[in-house]
T-cell receptor
Framework: GAVVSQHPSWVICKSGTSVKIECRSL??????MFWYRQFPKQSLMLMAT?????????EQGVEKDKFLINHASLTLSTLTVTSAHPEDSSFYIC???????????FGPGTRLTVL | GQQLNQSPQSMFIQEGEDVSMNCTSS?????WLWYKQDPGEGPVLLIA?????ELTSNGRLTAQFGITRKDSFLNISASIPSDVGIYFC??????????????FGTGTRLTIIP
């Protein structure tokens, strides 16, 4: 149980285009989902916290207008990288938790390459 | 902000050797988590620690929650090839760790030399 999936697993896009990444909790309902970014050989850095039915909260330095997050249901959160640039190329990982007493379960990640 | 520094940054060992790594913080954590990340994958939780001084095992892995609450240790005994990967410590910023934001450590990359 507690499986989190991401789609796509990798994506290549042209500079200036937008890319949408999906995060799904497959066998549980997630009240909260988190989005992380990981650059090569670096640690995971939290970008934003996504709560179902409300606006996401962003970490300091993360542009909310560039990284649009929608948590429309208890099993789906999406991250849209708008007007992507090469410096946005990274590994994007989501996590989801059942409730306030449970651990976070991580998705397999999405590798974004912006040309 | 909170920072988690892991040591060593990387390790090169032979199969069968024991491994020790640690994680230190500039501030107190109420929960310590240890994750393993394989290349191109998301992190997987290995061990969770909830009390200062707690020692918890998961197979060949043993982790300890430091008494000061500012550090934690992870040991792997009799390493095998599938232990290769990056090990991260992490801690929630608050006390409600299920829905709390996590701070991740800098990571320890484990490589097994044939």
């Amino acid at each position: 149980g507690a499986v989190v999936s991401q789609h796509p697993s990798w994506v290549i896009c042209k500079s200036g285009t937008s890319v949408k990444i999906e995060c799904r909790s497959l066998d549980f309902q997630a009240t909260t989902m988190f989005w992380y970014r990981q650059f090569p050989k670096q640690s995971l850095m939290l970008m934003a916290t996504s709560n179902e039915g409300s606006k996401a909260t962003y970490e300091q330095g993360v542009e909310k207008d560039k990284f649009l997050i929608n948590h429309a249901s208890l099993t789906l959160s999406t991250l849209t990288v708008t007007s992507a640039h090469p410096e946005d190329s990274s590994f994007y990982i989501c996590s989801a938790s059942l409730d306030s007493t449970d651990t976070q379960y991580f998705g397999p990640g999405t590798r974004l390459t912006v040309l | 902000g909170q920072q988690l520094n892991q040591s060593p940054q990387s390790m090169f060992i032979q199969e069968g050797e024991d491994v020790s790594m640690n994680c230190t913080s500039s501030s107190i954590f109420n929960t310590w988590l240890w994750y393993k990340q394989d290349p191109g994958e998301g992190p997987v939780l290995l061990i969770a620690l909830y009390k200062a001084g707690e020692l918890t095992s998961n197979g060949r892995l043993t982790a300890q929650f430091g008494i000061t609450r500012k550090d934690s240790f992870l040991n792997i005994s009799a390493s095998i090839p599938s232990d290769v990967g990056i090990y991260f410590c992490a801690g929630p910023r608050g006390t409600n760790f299920g829905n709390e934001k996590l701070t991740f450590g800098t990571g320890t990359r484990l490589t097994i030399i044939p």
